[in-house]
């Protein structure tokens, strides 16, 4: 089966500065890439998604890079805020899309 | 509009009963999935449905079965409690398979003594 890495496990930034996470996957036709927000004691929840014929997605503070050669994928979000302090995982599934494999977890602190 | 429907929220068992964990959605999405989430672990896909009356395994289906009778409800079974199961569970569904974004549930928090 896939095989995702998730870097760092633990993050802390001080509120405005910018964090990054990383995935790594070891199944070249995976195509779809999504990453989700889990609150303490709440359920994961899509923040951003990407597909493997695009290279970068946007929203608002939220980006996520896809390098297809490399295998990996990350999260940037700039001007943290302390409502973004979280887990977040990412996921890949399999080429047949019916399989999601998610990473390990980076639990991110934003101090104010 | 529910969304995706959990029951119980917690529950705690004594090993080898049996239990059935609830799972509704309300959005007629074709696919359904069971995740445990274990600290460290993130979250592993148990069992998988793509429709009605399809069920696959996942990558821990150990311990575990499904059925899908209706596009609305996927029910976990756990045949015989022990407790290396005791999780957090969650469902899931998207509109198809096929790399669509995943609404969960709330989550059902399973304890086996």
């Known amino acids: 089966g896939e095989n995702v890495e998730q870097h760092p496990s633990t993050l802390s930034v001080q509120e405005g500065d910018s964090a990054v996470i990383k995935c790594t996957y070891s199944?070249?036709?995976?195509?779809?890439f999504p990453w989700y927000k889990q609150e303490l004691g709440k359920r994961p929840q899509l923040i951003i998604d990407i597909r493997s014929n695009v290279g970068e997605k946007k929203d608002q503070r939220i980006a996520v890079t896809l390098n297809k050669t490399a295998k990996h994928f990350s999260l940037h979000i700039t001007e943290t805020q302390p409502e973004d302090s979280a887990v977040y995982f990412c996921?890949?599934?399999?080429?047949?899309?019916?399989?999601?494999?998610f990473g390990t977890g980076t639990s991110l602190t934003v101090i104010p | 509009n529910a969304g995706v429907t959990q029951t119980p929220k917690f529950q705690v068992l004594k090993t080898g009963q049996s239990m059935t964990l609830q799972c509704a959605q309300d959005m007629n999405h074709e696919y359904m999935s069971w995740y445990r989430q274990d600290p460290g672990m993130g979250l592993r896909l148990i069992h998988y449905s793509v429709g009605a009356g399809i069920t696959d395994q996942g990558e821990v289906p150990n311990g575990y079965n499904v059925s899908r009778s209706t596009t609305e409800d996927f029910p976990l079974r756990l045949l015989s409690a022990a407790p290396s199961q005791t999780s957090v569970y969650f469902c899931?569904?998207?509109?198809?398979?096929?790399?669509?974004?995943?609404?969960f549930g709330d989550g059902t928090r399973l304890s086996i003594l």
């Open positions: 199944d070249s036709a995976s195509n779809y």
């Open positions: 996921a890949v599934t399999t080429n047949t899309g019916n399989q999601f494999y």
């Open positions: 899931a569904s998207s509109y198809r398979e096929g790399s669509q974004p995943q609404h």
